[in-house]
């Protein structure tokens, strides 16, 4: 079973607005070469991630390390087996969970052209306010809860939110919320153009597992 590739919703790539939906992990490689804002890979949610992500409800973590392109599944395995329950690490889906890390990891090291990346993965999410990152690009996935809430542009006030006004004050448009769902793939670019985004309240308040990937030289940037 190849998790990465489960179940994509697009049949082809196609861009409106600064959006780009992906077919596939590898037309993902191509996002450092475009002008978009946020390009998106759509999947579905496994049936047995249910389950093993509701046995991970109680557990709070926060893990942060560098991946390596040859060894991605080693380095996550790694840097999870001495946070996770043994009983957690038993479960049949836990492998397979890795797996797919790894893949997204192997994806990154190729849209930044590296050798390896940073990884943050954890139930810890706390970015309330709306923001841009600040780094060139940066990839999410949220693994089990609320995913990242975005803004498009036009529902956005960027005077509001360069005057460091709360969030009430730059959504101009509460329909214009949008939600990446469980397991979708998202890479935001960063800087004075990019999307506004924050850790919606559900994940604030609730469990969330969410993975975030960054260019080496952007490890240690407040997420």
């Known amino acids: ?25 590898e037309s993902l490689k191509s ?13 579905e949610k496994p049936a047995e991630a249910g ?21 991605t599944l080693a380095d996550i395995e790694f840097l999870l087996e001495e946070s996770l329950s043994i009983d957690v690490q038993r479960d049949p889906f836990y492998k397979l969970w890795l797996k797919d890390m790894a893949q997204v990891c192997s994806l990154f090291c190729e849209v930044e052209q590296s050798e390896s990346i940073q990884m943050w993965i ?23 809860g609320c995913g990242t809430e975005w803004l498009a542009d036009d529902a956005a006030d960027r005077d509001a939110f360069a005057k460091g006004e709360p969030n009430d004050k730059i959504l101009k448009d509460p329909s214009g ?14 800087g004075g153009t990019g999307l506004l985004h924050r850790t919606p309240d559900d994940a604030l308040n609730g469990h969330s597992i969410l993975m ?12």
């Not at 590739?5 to 196609?14: L, R, S």
């Not at 999410?125 to 060139?136: A, E, K, L, S």
């Not at 975030?212 to 997420?223: A, K, P, Q, S, W």
Request: include cysteine; glycine fraction near 8%; hydrophobic fraction near 35%.
């Open 1 to 25: 079973m190849n998790i990465s590739e489960n179940a994509n919703h697009y049949q082809m790539n196609y861009v409106f607005d600064g959006l780009v939906f992906s077919d596939s992990l």
């Open 31 to 43: 996002v450092a070469s475009r002008p978009s804002q946020l390009a998106i890979f759509e999947r």
């Open 51 to 71: 389950p093993f992500f509701a046995s991970m409800a109680s557990i709070s973590f926060g893990i942060a390390g560098e991946v390596n392109k040859g060894d």
């Open 122 to 144: 954890g139930s810890r999410r706390g970015c309330r306010r709306y923001h841009v990152d600040n780094v060139p690009r940066r990839l999410l996935v949220t693994y089990d």
């Open 177 to 190: 919320k949008k939600f990446m769902g469980e397991w979708d793939i998202s890479i935001f670019r960063g």
């Open 212 to 223: 975030r990937l960054d260019n080496n030289e952007f490890g240690d940037t407040v997420y």
